[in-house]
């Protein structure tokens, strides 16, 4: 099983700063099928971003994903109110399928 | 682009059994694997397995071996996540997600509470 470590696990940010998000995993993920995910409180998980790099649909472009093999990362430019809430990465090549713990991201 | 709605919150005691459904709409029901994660409160996500509407074929994670079953209705696009043996641990949102790959979308969320 893979196990994907998510880090920090709280990240205190203002509004306009830039938010760096790590994802570890203790294998290589094939194809980089990761993808990253928002939750907001008593919401549904909200895609962002798969196979590591490409956005989802209506996503904007302040917010991207990079990463391969064990490394991955997703990147707020400038944050925006709407942006504080937890994300989750996640892999899918690989069963059976893995969440990390996920990173809180908050207003300091 | 494709929608999930799930059914309503339940309130089951110990040792009882749960059945959440997950009606599709706006794509082609047979064509994408559902699969079901739960949260419990303040926690991760878990992946709990998937099934394939085509064919029905399933797949679980190891620790729900055994405890649950994954189906469908073609007839009306709707799958169908039970769990049986329930105990206050199971108490949880349990999420359906379409997958493409990664899940896209996701189901609001069922709330199983398990309590005597």
């Known amino acids: 099983e893979i196990v994907l470590t998510q880090s920090p696990g709280t990240l205190s940010l203002s509004p306009g700063e830039r938010a760096t998000l790590s994802c570890r995993a203790s294998?290589?993920?094939?194809?980089?099928?990761l993808a990253w995910y928002q939750q907001k409180p008593g919401q549904a998980p909200r895609l962002l971003i798969y196979?590591?790099?490409n956005r989802a649909t209506g996503i904007p472009d302040r917010i991207s994903g990079s990463g391969s093999g064990t490394d991955f990362s997703l990147t707020i430019s400038r944050l925006e109110p709407e942006d504080f809430a937890v994300y989750y990465c996640?892999?899918?090549?690989?069963?059976?399928?893995?969440f990390g713990q996920g990173t809180r991201l908050e207003i300091k | 682009q494709g929608q999930l709605v799930q059914s309503g919150a339940e309130v089951k005691k110990p040792g009882a059994s749960v059945r959440v459904s997950c009606k599709a709409s706006?794509?082609?029901?047979?064509?994408?694997?559902i699969n079901w994660v739960r949260q419990a409160t303040g926690q991760g996500l878990e992946w709990m397995g998937w099934?394939?509407?085509?064919?029905?074929?399933?797949g679980y994670a190891q620790k729900f071996q055994g405890r649950v079953t994954m189906t469908r209705n073609t007839s009306i696009s709707t799958a169908y996540m039970e769990l049986s043996s329930l105990r206050s641990e199971d108490t949880a949102v349990y999420y359906c997600?379409?997958?493409?790959?990664?899940?896209?979308?996701w189901g609001q969320g069922t709330l199983v509470i398990v309590s005597s």
């Open positions: 997600a379409r997958v493409v790959g990664w899940f896209d979308p």
């Open positions: 706006g794509y082609t029901f047979t064509s994408y694997d």
């Open positions: 099934m394939n509407p085509n064919n029905g074929n399933t």
């Open positions: 294998q290589s993920v094939s194809s980089s099928y």
């Open positions: 196979e590591a790099s």
């Open positions: 996640h892999q899918y090549g690989s069963s059976p399928i893995t």
